[in-house]
């Protein structure tokens, strides 16, 4: 495998030998390796000396059920810290076989202008872009597929990256075709944008597939993981539910975000949860689908088609987060609105957690009557527009709160919380706090553990082995719901790993990788200027009781800090 | 005593009376979750279920009281 370096003011491609102690990282610790080694931590997110870099996992390249995803990262415009974000769809796959370890873009054009990247096994070409400008990832996606051959990978930006917002992310093309399996968090798009690229293609075409030192032993390792994750109990409530399956563990927990985080149970959850997706789907029809994959080769099939009452498919797929956030956040009952919503935001190219937040702290400004989803639909329109409030809102909820002088912002690290209120799931919110990456929810939760979520005690060990294990499974190219099959055969992940590339790693590797990855995060952000203030949730949880259960978040200062010693 | 007892996706299809998301279910009095589960004929194991009695997780020979809001869920995580 090589390093691919793309100029993109010289618009050149260097293929490189991969750096000895970059070898045994993939995905998002690769991705944190290479920032400390070569980012300036006081770059300017969106200015020529940030880099934007992509990176398939160690596991990556070889349809292994939910290990084909990829890490694209960056210092983060939205926090001004390291930054991982993670996807499905089919890039992750292109990537590994064109033998990318990691694609890495630096600088910026000299000239405004869009371009599509195409990148293949000949090599690196620009190609203008200016026809695709302003669009939507759902125009634009189509015409790149037609452009480039419908087999292709695609990464893109909608509006909200060509504005430079800090909620926009890279939406990928996943294996129907679909430009919306998206690197939502942390404003990775406006860097994309910042780059003057619209698109990059990657054409795995003429390529043979990724290499493997021990095949007999990598189908052993595959047939045992496969085994454990398909016996698993819960990968069939993954199949028919999705994540959608949170609303009402959530809502039991008093912990869904309640009108902008101010209740943790909302009295319209039944309706929007995954038993009545589910229900609705199957009674609908047509398009719809209630399992479905975003990957080739993925056997838990968590995703879905959200089709209308005419059949016709309305977005795919809906998430708990977007439920979450732009539902019960916002007042909101109905699946169909929040399906709506989850498309605006998907064709802008934005991230529905990072913009349903905003738009819960434009209800407690006034903006926005709660349970007003013309109006939320409205006001997403209004990013569309390229309007002052518009992008505003497009630049998150932090930004909103400042704006319009709201207190109760929902966000660490400058981003928005997921949807789990950390007041009522403590140890979530010891990762919020913590994770160098700002409030994610993919970076560690913690409700499945058997413990009293709303005692503090505790939490802090089990937000930590959380955090490990997920920086472990990003930088393995792991679904968090392959998670359950390693979790089942944990001795997997050490014979794929020396099945694949020939070494001799412990069956101590996940959590190895995932503690690397998360020290060298912490590493970029120090140099950054990030301290033990940045490792807090906002004050307010500290002070207001969240209903039903009138919880403040009181895991102690000394023990957060004390996370990682 | 009566509990309220809501069931969580897969869960739902267990109950000897078909699916059910939410039903009231009489006990004998010191009855505990796990009684509960058996009476309801669920399948699932023990380990695989969150226990959530009134908004807080509990353990199996958490016993039961008049009203209780039991959910019974598949473990799962994520978003």
């Known amino acids: ?565 | 005593m009566k509990v309220t007892v809501h069931l969580h996706t897969i869960l739902q299809r267990q109950t000897p009376e078909g699916p059910q998301r939410r039903m009231d279910v009489a006990l004998l009095s010191g009855s505990t979750l796990a009684d509960l589960i058996e009476d309801l004929g669920i399948e699932m194991p023990l380990e695989g279920m969150l226990l959530v009695v009134n908004g807080r997780t509990a353990p199996s020979n958490h016993i039961l009281n008049e009203g209780d809001q039991v959910h019974l869920m598949p473990a799962i995580s994520g978003g």
């Open chain 1, 1 to 565: 495998m090589q390093i691919w370096r793309v100029n993109t003011r010289e618009q050149t491609l260097t293929r490189e030998p991969v750096p000895e102690s970059w070898k045994q990282l993939g995905g998002r610790g690769l991705l944190a390796r290479i920032m400390v080694d070569e980012l300036p931590p006081a770059c300017d997110p969106l200015g020529p000396n940030n880099k934007l870099i992509f990176a398939p996992g160690l596991l990556t390249g070889h349809r292994l059920s939910s290990c084909d995803r990829l890490s694209v990262g960056g210092k983060s415009p939205l926090t001004g810290g390291v930054k991982e974000s993670n996807a499905g769809g089919r890039t992750g796959l292109h990537m590994a076989t064109l033998g990318m370890k990691a694609l890495i873009l630096e600088e910026r054009p000299s000239q405004p202008g869009w371009w599509v990247l195409h990148l293949n096994k000949e090599g690196a070409r620009f190609d203008p872009a200016d026809d695709l400008a302003g669009l939507g990832v759902y125009a634009a996606a189509p015409k790149l597929l037609a452009r480039y051959g419908d087999k292709c990978a695609i990464s893109l930006i909608g509006p909200g990256g060509e504005m430079k917002l800090t909620g926009a992310g890279i939406q990928n093309v996943d294996k129907d075709k679909t430009p919306s399996r998206i690197n939502a968090r942390g404003g990775l798009g406006a860097v994309l944008g910042s780059k003057g690229i619209k698109a990059i293609v990657f054409d795995m075409s003429g390529c043979d597939k990724p290499a493997i030192a021990d095949p007999p032993a990598w189908q052993a390792a595959q047939k045992a993981y496969n085994k454990a994750l398909m016996g698993h109990p819960q990968t069939q409530s993954y199949a028919d539910y999705g994540t959608a399956a949170m609303t009402r563990m959530t809502n039991a927990f008093g912990a869904i975000p309640t009108r902008s985080f101010s209740d943790g149970q909302f009295e319209g959850a039944d309706k929007i949860s995954g038993e009545a997706m589910r229900e609705l789907l199957l009674q609908r029809g047509g398009a719809s689908e209630t399992t479905h994959a975003c990957m080739a080769g993925c056997t838990i099939r968590c995703s879905n088609v959200f089709g209308g009452a005419d059949g016709e498919e309305i977005v795919s797929p809906v998430e708990y987060e977007t439920i979450g956030l732009m539902g019960s956040n916002l007042g909101i009952d109905s699946l169909d609105t929040i399906a709506r919503l989850n498309w605006e935001v998907n064709d802008l190219g934005l991230d529905s957690i990072e913009i349903g937040a905003a738009l819960g702290v434009a209800a407690q400004a006034g903006l926005l009557a709660f349970g007003d989803g013309e109006g939320a639909l409205e006001l997403v329109r209004e990013i569309r527009s390229g309007s002052a409030l518009g992008r505003a809102l497009g630049n998150g909820a932090a930004m909103m709160g400042k704006l319009y002088g709201v207190e109760r912002v929902p966000v660490v690290k400058g981003q928005a919380l997921s949807a789990y209120d950390p007041r009522a799931i403590k140890g979530t919110g010891v990762t919020y706090a913590t994770t160098p990456q700002g409030a994610d929810h993919t970076c560690g939760l913690t409700i499945r553990a058997k413990v009293d979520h709303l005692d503090p005690q505790g939490q802090v060990e089990i937000s930590r082995n959380a955090q490990m294990s997920m920086a472990g499974y990003d930088t393995l190219g792991a679904c968090v719901f392959a998670g359950f099959g390693f979790a089942a055969a944990p001795e997997t992940i050490r014979d794929l790993l020396n099945a694949k590339y020939g070494w001799n790693v412990s069956g101590n590797i996940l959590q190895e990788l995932g503690r690397e990855t998360i020290m060298l995060e912490r590493e970029f952000n120090r140099r950054a200027g990030f301290t033990a203030v940045d490792d807090r949730l906002p004050e307010w949880m500290t002070r207001e009781p969240l209903p039903p259960h009138n919880a403040v978040f009181d895991v102690p200062e000394a023990e957060l800090d004390g996370i990682w010693e």
